[in-house]
T-cell receptor, first 114, second 114 residues
Framework: GDSVTQMEGPVTLSEEAFLTINCTYTATGYPSLFWYVQYPGEGLQLLLKATKADDKGSNKGFEATYRKETTSFHLEKGSVQVSDSAVYFCALKGGDSGYSTLTFGKGTMLLVSP | DAGVIQSPRHEVTEMGQEVTLRCKPI?????LFWYRQTMMRGLELLIYFNNNVPIDDSGMPEDRFSAKMPNASFSTLKIQPSEPRDSAVYFCASRFSFGRNEQFFGPGTRLTVL
């Protein structure tokens, strides 16, 4: 079945540092890929997405490129802020059926210090 | 739009008691999902509905858990009897079949079973 593997956290960075959170996936066909973010005490919210190979999703300074050859969708940001501290989830949605659901990774906590 | 609404936000109960969690999806969305989040197991999909009909309940941990969706604007997740290991954050999410396909999460209900 489909699966998502992301790096374990926490990832601890100083403000303005470069961020990479690795995500790889296993899926049949051509899945859509997502990054969700969960701020403390809140639900998950969509950060960015990519629906086909070589697509780049971007939002709020975060980027991720859909790499089919390496089955990866790594999240990057050039300069993190304290307000980026949150848990980040990589997810995929496989197949074309409306019944297909999101498969989530275990999440990676990011802690940014001033 | 108010987003996905969940109630209560926090619930503390004693072992053996019945617990009912409530969810109002975003108006017009035809998919509704119930998730459970714990430190140990991460984010788990419990059950989801399409047009008020349960499609897949294979994630429901045991018969003590049940979910209903009597109409397009309301769903419940019931645990009877509750046990301490049910303590978790329960999220409801909804999405529309077509278009961007983005899944929207509610703020969650933090359940503590003593």
């Amino acid at each position: 079945g489909d699966s998502v593997t992301q790096m374990e956290g926490p990832v601890t960075l100083s403000e303005e540092a470069f961020l990479t959170i690795n995500c790889t996936y296993t899926a049949t066909g051509y899945p859509s890929l997502f990054w969700y973010v969960q701020y403390p005490g809140e639900g998950l919210q969509l950060l960015l997405k990519a629906t086909k190979a070589d697509d780049k999703g971007s939002n709020k300074g975060f980027e991720a490129t859909y790499r089919k050859e390496t089955t990866s969708f790594h999240l990057e940001k050039g300069s993190v802020q304290v307000s980026d501290s949150a848990v980040y989830f990589c997810a995929l949605k496989g197949g074309d059926s409306g019944y297909s659901t999101l498969t989530f990774g275990k999440g990676t906590m990011l802690l940014v210090s001033p | 739009d108010a987003g996905v609404i969940q109630s209560p936000r926090h619930e503390v109960t004693e072992m053996g008691q019945e617990v009912t969690l409530r969810c109002k999806p975003i108006s017009g969305h035809d998919y509704l999902f119930w998730y459970r989040q714990t430190m140990m197991r991460g984010l788990e999909l419990l059950i989801y509905f399409n047009n008020n009909v349960p499609i897949d309940d294979s994630g429901m941990p045991e018969d003590r858990f049940s979910a209903k969706m009597p109409n397009a604007s309301f769903s419940t997740l019931k645990i009877q009897p509750s046990e301490p290991r049910d303590s978790a954050v329960y999220f409801c999410a909804s999405r529309f079949s077509f278009g961007r396909n983005e899944q929207f999460f509610g703020p969650g209900t933090r359940l503590t079973v003593l």
